[in-house]
């Protein structure tokens, strides 16, 4: 019995370095508008996500790109949660690729779990808002410029989701065990 857990522990932990590493590093990345330069990066610890950002001290705004792996068909989130821990209240900016081709890029505030990601002015400011496609990684690209947030902070929860698109609308996602652990704090100064 202590060797099968052992043994599941194992493979768990060494399932989680090759996932890890196939999740690619973010300081390495390129982006296709080489006029994209980012600052700051972190790899997300959960679905494939990464964000890229730049923190603009004079006007406390933040540049920021999230990446997601997403076939078509998905939709990506990227939120700051201004008020708690996790969806509710969530402050997001949306993107997917629509069936006919065009992206979809809109800001949503979270009010409820069973709610579709409607569009909606967040609490704090949000500009510059599109998207992108890129086909070989797979991957949806937001990039938006948000804040200053309350009080001017710095340091505030995220949240990052995805789910698949019907008739256009992105779908409730799913609460699978990776889906319930996209979030946590970051801090736009840290580098
Ligand atoms: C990511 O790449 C940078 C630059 O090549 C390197 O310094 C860093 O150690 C790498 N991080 C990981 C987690 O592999
Ligand atoms: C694509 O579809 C969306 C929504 O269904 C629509 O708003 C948009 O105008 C369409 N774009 C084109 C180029 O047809
Ligand atoms: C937002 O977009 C405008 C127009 O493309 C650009 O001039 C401006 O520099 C952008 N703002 C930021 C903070 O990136
Ligand atoms: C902003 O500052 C006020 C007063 O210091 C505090 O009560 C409030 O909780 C702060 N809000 C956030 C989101 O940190």
Known sequence: ????LLLTWAAFTLLSR???SANGNCSTYVFSDSRRVFESCEDLPVLSAHLHWTYLRSTKRVQVAYRASQ???G?????VNPTSIGMIGAQAIVAFRDTNGTMAAYTSRVESYAEALEP???SFGTT?????YREREGEVIVYAVVGPFENGTSKVNQVWQEGRVKDGVPQMHSLNGV???SMGEIDFLSS
């Open 1 to 4: 019995m202590t060797m099968s």
């Open 18 to 20: 090759v996932f890890g």
């Open 71 to 73: 076939s078509p068909g």
């Open 75 to 79: 939709w990506v989130a990227w939120a």
């Open 120 to 122: 909606g002015k967040l």
């Open 128 to 132: 510059n808002v599109s998207a992108e």
């Open 179 to 181: 889906n319930l652990q």
